[in-house]
Structures are given as structure tokens and as C-alpha cells.
């Protein structure tokens, strides 16, 4: 079904166009598949776009893509009512931020975790098929765990065991993911394995594809770039908050003045200029001078803002384009839906394999009987 441009509206003409495609957006057809997605937390950073958004665009033409927002495993770590309550307003950010970076709505489908309940059944089945111990030597949980300040639940230990639920659901070969989703895709691979070797062939074993910049340091230069650590840039940030952000940036401790010698190695400005700049050229000649003290951070920070702008603005008008009110959550309903059907027939075929519809059908079969 091809995307529904809401009624007559002024505003949403530039979006009407954009979204005025051929490819029908639940259209699974020869092309191999692809998903990945983020948690309806807040709004995606630069870190994102190196370890993943940049991916997904330029895989969006090869690959049947599909994005979830996966408000499920977001109950993992935050689940209070005004949380949950968020979830419309940031699912819909999410999806503005992917479609500034290149999405073409015409062409990927979105989805809404909550809306595919099934996908909870496909987790459930594959439950018996990771063990604890397996889930336990999982790094990242514990990190988890540990910055929501919470004790492990059981569903954060599942937290993988349904992203496998996610990814095998449409049956997706390829999962773009920055370098903290690596493990979850390597528990995907064995459920799918196990699962194939146990019931029958059903699964692809996805294959993880890495960013550009697996992981980008934040702002501070401590830690990765991530919302909840204050050290980020967000996509979709205003030119005068993106200034604000750079000029505030951590550079090295140790350089006092500008003609001091200043260390690029470490330094987040440098990584920033590496992972964003187009002008090797120009970002060579700072570094250098950077080394012998005959530039400032001033200036260096100057022309990283310039860089990002030059990413930023244009996203920032392709964002305005499909802010219309409701073309997004059109999208959403839409995608969820065609998610769903997808699910569906993923679980008839894994209901088969494992035995269930035999069960089932001879169940109903002696049942019938009787009357
Ligand atoms: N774990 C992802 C995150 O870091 C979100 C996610 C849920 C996901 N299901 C997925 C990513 C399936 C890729 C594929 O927020």
C-alpha cells in the first residue's frame, strides 16, 4: 500500500512529493533484508549517524529495509507511566531524524514494537534456546543495568533474546548497528543456528554491518557520545546550540595557551574533523599545526562547526519537510501493520517447523469429533 499523504494541507506539499514514489512500502519483494532501530528515548546524536543512520541510507536502495522502535526493550530500563507516556512524541522524533539523514519514506517501512505483539511470542519461543549463563557474560547488560541504577531484571537479561525475536521476525540477513549491538546480533546468530539445527531451516543468520566509526566520544572526550551523559550532539540540534556545544568541547588539558603544543591524538575535536570533515587536506595542515603550537582551539573548533554545519543544515530542511502533523505517525501506523503481517508469517512457519500446527490440527481434529 502505497504511504497516505494526509488531506489537502499546505504545508505538507514538499513532503507530498517526497513521498510520491512507486515502491509501495510493504512491498517484500527479492530484495534481501535488512533491520535494525533504536529505543524511543530521546533524540539520535552524531554518534549515531557514523555508527549506524549512514549505513542504513546507503543500504536502503539494496536491502528491504526495515526500522524498529523498540519501545518493548525500552521497558527494560525505563518503564514508569510518564515513560511510557513519552513514547509517541520520541518515536516520532526518531523517525524525523531518520528521514533527515536520507530515509526515503517510499521505500522502508518503520515500525512500532508495542504494535507487533507477536514479536513477544517469537521471543518467548526462543527463550529455551539461549541459556542464562550465556546472557550473563553479556558486558553491556551490566552497564545497563548499572547507569539505569537499577538491579538486573529479567527482561534487561532478555534484552537480547528479543532483539533476536526482532531481527529473525522478517527474517532479516543484514543488521546495521553501532558497536555496543555487536553482542545481540552475535545471540541472534546462535538463536538462529539453533533454532534451524533443532526444528528446520527457517532463519538466515544475519550478518552485523559496522559503522563507519563504531564509536564516537562524546563532547567531554571521557566517554562515548550518549544522550544521558550530557556529552552529545544531537541531530537535530539548532546552528546556535551545535556553536555552543563545539566552543564548550574538551580539547587537551594541557594547553594552556595557542602556541603551546597541543595533542591530537585523543582529542575529540580531531576525531570529530576525521569522522565528519571532506577536506583531508585542510584537516591535515590544522593537525600539524596543531602539534607545533601555530594554531588555536579557537580556530579549530571554528572550522568543526563548519564541517557539521554543512551535515547538519541540510538535514535540518529535509527535517522541516516532513514535519507536517501527522505524516509520521501515518508512516508508523502503516509500517506497524505491514511489520506485523510479516511477523505473522514468520511465526506460521516457525509454529510448522517445531511441531505446534501438528498439535494444533490434530487437537482440533479429535475435538471435532465429539460433536
Ligand atoms: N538495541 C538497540 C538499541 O541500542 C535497539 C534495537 C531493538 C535493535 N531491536 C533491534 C537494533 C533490532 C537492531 C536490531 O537501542
Same mark, same amino acid.
Given at each position: 500500500m502505497p504511504v497516505a499523504v494526509p488531506a $489537502? =494541507? *499546505?504545508?505538507s506539499d514538499v513532503s507530498a512529493k517526497l513521498l510520491d514514489?512507486? /515502491? @509501495?512500502?510493504s512491498a517484500r519483494g527479492a530484495r534481501p533484508r535488512l533491520l535494525t532501530g533504536d529505543r524511543p528515548t530521546g533524540p539520535l546524536h552524531l554518534g549515531h549517524l557514523v555508527g549506524t543512520l549512514r549505513n542504513r541510507v546507503r543500504l536502503q536502495h539494496d536491502y528491504d529495509s526495515t526500522f524498529i522502535i523498540a519501545d518493548f526493550h525500552m521497558l527494560t530500563t525505563r518503564n514508569a507511566p510518564e515513560q511510557i507516556a513519552e513514547i509517541d512524541a520520541n518515536a516520532r522524533g526518531l523517525v524525523l531524524d531518520a528521514l533527515s539523514a536520507g530515509l526515503d519514506p517510499a521505500r522502508v517501512t518503520f515500525y512500532l514494537q508495542? %504494535?507487533? @505483539?507477536e514479536v513477544m511470542e517469537l521471543a518467548g519461543l526462543f527463550? *529455551? %534456546? /539461549?541459556t542464562v549463563n550465556r546472557l550473563e557474560r553479556i558486558p553491556s547488560l551490566k552497564d545497563m543495568a548499572r547507569d539505569s541504577g537499577q538491579e538486573m531484571s529479567f527482561a534487561l537479561l532478555g534484552y537480547p533474546v528479543l532483539q533476536a525475536a526482532d531481527i529473525l $521476525? /522478517? &527474517?532479516?540477513?543484514a543488521v546495521p548497528v553501532g558497536k555496543d549491538n555487536y553482542a545481540y546480533v552475535e545471540v541472534t546468530r546462535e538463536v538462529a543456528r539453533r533454532f534451524n539445527a533443532r526444528?528446520?531451516? /527457517?532463519?538466515p543468520e544475519p550478518e552485523t554491518i559496522a559503522g563507519d566509526v563504531p564509536t564516537l566520544v562524546g563532547t567531554d572526550g571521557? &566517554?562515548?557520545?550518549s544522550k544521558s551523559l550530557g556529552n552529545a550532539i544531537a541531530l537535530g540540534d539548532p546552528a546556535p546550540v551545535v556553536r555552543k556545544k563545539v566552543m564548550g568541547m574538551y580539547t587537551d @588539558? =594541557? &594547553? %594552556?595557551? $595557542?602556541d603551546t603544543p597541543g595533542r591530537v591524538e585523543g582529542n575529540p575535536v580531531f576525531a570529530y574533523l576525521d569522522a565528519f570533515g571532506a577536506d583531508a587536506a585542510t584537516i591535515d595542515d590544522l593537525k600539524a599545526r596543531y602539534r607545533t603550537g601555530a594554531v588555536g582551539d579557537v580556530e579549530v573548533k571554528a572550522y568543526l562547526v563548519e564541517v557539521l554545519e554543512s551535515i547538519l543544515g541540510p538535514m535540518r530542511e529535509r527535517r522541516e519537510a516532513f514535519a507536517a502533523p501527522g505524516l509520521v505517525e501515518a508512516l508508523i501506523e502503516q509500517g506497524s501493520a505491514s511489520a506485523r503481517e510479516e511477523t505473522q508469517e514468520t511465526l506460521r512457519r516457525v509454529r510448522s517447523a517445531m511441531g505446534f500446527t501438528g498439535v494444533h490440527r490434530r487437537l482440533a481434529r479429535r475435538a471435532a469429533r465429539t460433536r
Amino acid at each position: 500500500m502505497p504511504v497516505a499523504v494526509p488531506a $489537502a =494541507n *499546505s504545508d505538507s506539499d514538499v513532503s507530498a512529493k517526497l513521498l510520491d514514489d512507486e /515502491v @509501495p512500502t510493504s512491498a517484500r519483494g527479492a530484495r534481501p533484508r535488512l533491520l535494525t532501530g533504536d529505543r524511543p528515548t530521546g533524540p539520535l546524536h552524531l554518534g549515531h549517524l557514523v555508527g549506524t543512520l549512514r549505513n542504513r541510507v546507503r543500504l536502503q536502495h539494496d536491502y528491504d529495509s526495515t526500522f524498529i522502535i523498540a519501545d518493548f526493550h525500552m521497558l527494560t530500563t525505563r518503564n514508569a507511566p510518564e515513560q511510557i507516556a513519552e513514547i509517541d512524541a520520541n518515536a516520532r522524533g526518531l523517525v524525523l531524524d531518520a528521514l533527515s539523514a536520507g530515509l526515503d519514506p517510499a521505500r522502508v517501512t518503520f515500525y512500532l514494537q508495542s %504494535l507487533v @505483539p507477536e514479536v513477544m511470542e517469537l521471543a518467548g519461543l526462543f527463550q *529455551s %534456546l /539461549v541459556t542464562v549463563n550465556r546472557l550473563e557474560r553479556i558486558p553491556s547488560l551490566k552497564d545497563m543495568a548499572r547507569d539505569s541504577g537499577q538491579e538486573m531484571s529479567f527482561a534487561l537479561l532478555g534484552y537480547p533474546v528479543l532483539q533476536a525475536a526482532d531481527i529473525l $521476525a /522478517v &527474517r532479516a540477513e543484514a543488521v546495521p548497528v553501532g558497536k555496543d549491538n555487536y553482542a545481540y546480533v552475535e545471540v541472534t546468530r546462535e538463536v538462529a543456528r539453533r533454532f534451524n539445527a533443532r526444528y528446520g531451516e /527457517v532463519f538466515p543468520e544475519p550478518e552485523t554491518i559496522a559503522g563507519d566509526v563504531p564509536t564516537l566520544v562524546g563532547t567531554d572526550g571521557q &566517554r562515548k557520545m550518549s544522550k544521558s551523559l550530557g556529552n552529545a550532539i544531537a541531530l537535530g540540534d539548532p546552528a546556535p546550540v551545535v556553536r555552543k556545544k563545539v566552543m564548550g568541547m574538551y580539547t587537551d @588539558p =594541557n &594547553r %594552556l595557551t $595557542a602556541d603551546t603544543p597541543g595533542r591530537v591524538e585523543g582529542n575529540p575535536v580531531f576525531a570529530y574533523l576525521d569522522a565528519f570533515g571532506a577536506d583531508a587536506a585542510t584537516i591535515d595542515d590544522l593537525k600539524a599545526r596543531y602539534r607545533t603550537g601555530a594554531v588555536g582551539d579557537v580556530e579549530v573548533k571554528a572550522y568543526l562547526v563548519e564541517v557539521l554545519e554543512s551535515i547538519l543544515g541540510p538535514m535540518r530542511e529535509r527535517r522541516e519537510a516532513f514535519a507536517a502533523p501527522g505524516l509520521v505517525e501515518a508512516l508508523i501506523e502503516q509500517g506497524s501493520a505491514s511489520a506485523r503481517e510479516e511477523t505473522q508469517e514468520t511465526l506460521r512457519r516457525v509454529r510448522s517447523a517445531m511441531g505446534f500446527t501438528g498439535v494444533h490440527r490434530r487437537l482440533a481434529r479429535r475435538a471435532a469429533r465429539t460433536r
